[in-house]
């Protein structure tokens, strides 16, 4: 677990100075294609950098609004208080904030930036239709994400793929109004119209490109909670029957959309199969992670 945990640090690390890096190449070919200039690496840095260090620090508050959570209150909820208490002790970490979803449908998501400032919502649903030791796998699979720093890696990815999707847009609205006019630093002929062509196939393919690579990182960090949840409970069968009733729950999360989608234990989107689906899923399908714990 503990190599887990400096591994996340330094993915983290690692993957916002590359995002950054590309934001800032895509800024550039949005500044030699148009009449930006030097301008364009220049502000799509600056758009990087402000999006970062505002929802770094305030992720956890967004998260929480969008999903109309309210803090849990000990005397309501004392086996929740419990569970979570014993279960951040097993972890070594601080007792993460509690917070209720007013929702039918089971589910529950970790946030913060890290285990000092985390949180950890559950729904009314997740409470009532869940046994004890399935409440407590839920529990440890979401303290797990807080102690692998999970919540921070897909803080920070969330974010730089935004900031991609924005460039994105702004080089094509460009291009669609006719801004598309190569300054006289990139040259005439086949160099500027190569140019021009390697502009707009990132303005297209790189939202998605980046979308595939949160997606996976996301999947990735499902396998390796359910582990560190059944290492927690010592009891793996827990999490699986959880992640049976959850995803066989026909009701879907009203409070969740495509922005909050892989934050939760069980993607809250109901309907979504087949091959095409599971490439651009927030979450491994619920089979393979049942096998997967069952198998330990």
């Not at 030097?38 to 929802?55: D, H, R, T």
């Not at 502009?199 to 979308?211: E, F, M, R, Y």
């Amino acid at each position: 677990m503990w190599e887990q945990i400096s591994a996340n640090k330094a993915k983290s690390t690692v993957l916002l100075i590359l995002f950054v890096a590309f934001v800032i190449f895509l800024g550039w070919i949005f500044g030699e294609t148009t009449s930006l200039g030097y301008a364009g690496p220049v502000l799509a840095a600056l758009v990087a950098g402000i999006g970062a260090f505002v929802s770094y620090y305030n992720s956890d508050k967004i998260a929480l609004g969008i999903s109309k959570a309210r803090p849990a209150r000990l005397e309501d909820h004392p086996h929740l208080y419990h569970s979570v208490e014993g279960l951040a002790i097993a972890a070594g970490i601080p007792t993460p904030k509690l917070y209720i979803i007013d929702d039918s449908a089971p589910n529950a998501f970790a946030t913060g930036r890290d285990p000092e400032h985390a949180a950890i919502a559950v729904t009314t649903g997740l409470l009532s239709k869940l046994n004890r030791a399935e409440l407590e796998g839920v529990v440890a699979h979401e303290m797990s994400h807080v102690a692998n720093y999970d919540t921070r890696l897909m803080t920070i990815t969330v974010v730089l793929v935004g900031t991609v999707a924005l460039v994105s847009d702004w080089m094509l609205r460009t291009f669609f109004w006719g801004g598309g006019r190569r300054r006289k630093s990139t040259g005439g002929g086949n160099a500027g119209v190569i140019l021009l062509i390697v502009a707009i196939a990132l303005a297209i393919l790189s939202p998605i490109i980046a979308q595939l690579i949160k997606l996976a990182i996301s999947r990735k960090r499902e396998f390796l909670a359910d582990a560190n949840g059944a290492l927690l409970t010592r009891y793996p069968e827990g999490l699986a029957s959880a992640l049976l009733k959850i995803s066989g729950d026909r009701q879907p999360l009203e409070v969740a959309n495509k922005a909050t989608a892989h934050l939760y234990i069980a993607n809250p989107l109901k309907g979504q199969k087949g091959a095409f689906n599971k490439l651009f899923s927030t979450h491994p399908p619920v089979e393979e992670r049942v096998a997967a714990l069952r198998a330990m």
